[in-house]
């Protein structure tokens, strides 16, 4: 059980360029979602999906987009990286709802972090 | 924009010490949880507070919620080297399906 994955770890990307960040979990949770994490900040939240072949908007979804394919990955795309997107990226997966108010299903279970540099 | 903010912002402590954390925000909740955050790695869940509740303690931490007034502190008892980290409160609004993270405490435990 290897919990929360993300590919990369690091990446550094030139103005313009592109790409994809990967966020698997093998906890079969329903929900997944995407953080931005700055110097000084706490994590703000990109987008999320509440269920297989859905999505919705954060608090910060500008620049970035997110595709849920299949319920165990949730993908977060740049189209044209900018240097304000340089950050620490987290993804994160609970089993339920966060509005239950439950501490069993809707914790939410962090990756490692992708530390991504745009130049 | 973000709902939870802590203070301090930064704590050194002895080792043994209690170290406590508050937590404020601005907006009727469903519930509010507490992570930690140790340097370079993702964040780990502490403990979870609903809104009808008022403390509740996980081994060495305690959490308080004051609905009238907004607030939340995480208190952590004999604390250890192992501490060390960056501690987030982090509130879900009602019928709210995200969860809104504060700026973070970051705690240093001296030895």
């Known amino acids: 059980n290897a919990g929360v994955t993300q590919t990369p770890k690091f990446r550094v990307l030139k103005t313009g360029q592109s790409m994809t960040l990967l966020c698997a979990q093998d906890?079969?949770?329903?929900?997944m979602y995407w953080y931005r994490q700055d110097p000084g900040m706490g994590l703000r939240l990109i987008h999320y999906?509440?269920?297989?072949?859905?999505?919705a908007k954060g608090e910060v979804p500008d620049g970035y987009n997110v595709s849920r394919l299949k319920k165990q990955n949730f993908l977060l795309g740049l189209e044209s990286a900018a240097p304000s997107q340089t950050s620490v990226y987290f993804c994160?997966?609970?089993?339920?709802?966060?509005?239950?108010?439950?501490?069993?299903?809707?914790?939410?279970?962090f990756g490692p972090g992708t530390r991504l540099t745009v130049l | 924009s973000q709902q939870g903010e802590e203070d301090p912002q930064a704590l050194s402590i002895q080792e043994g010490e209690n170290a406590t954390m508050n937590c404020s925000y601005k907006?009727?909740?469903?519930?509010l949880q507490w992570y930690r955050q140790n340097s370079g790695r993702g964040l780990v869940h502490l403990i979870l507070i609903r809104s009808n509740e008022r403390e509740k303690h996980s081994g060495r931490l305690r959490v308080t919620l004051d609905t009238s007034k907004k607030s939340s502190s995480l208190l952590i008892t004999a604390s250890r080297a192992a501490d060390t980290a960056s501690y987030f409160c982090a509130t879900v609004g009602r019928g709210d399906d995200k969860i809104i993270f504060g700026k973070g405490t970051r705690l240093h435990i001296l030895p």
């Open positions: 999906s509440v269920g297989e072949g859905t999505t």
């Open positions: 906890m079969n949770h329903e929900y």
């Open positions: 907006t009727s909740i469903n519930n």
């Open positions: 994160a997966s609970s089993y339920a709802s966060i509005g239950a108010g439950f501490s069993s299903t809707d914790t939410q279970y």
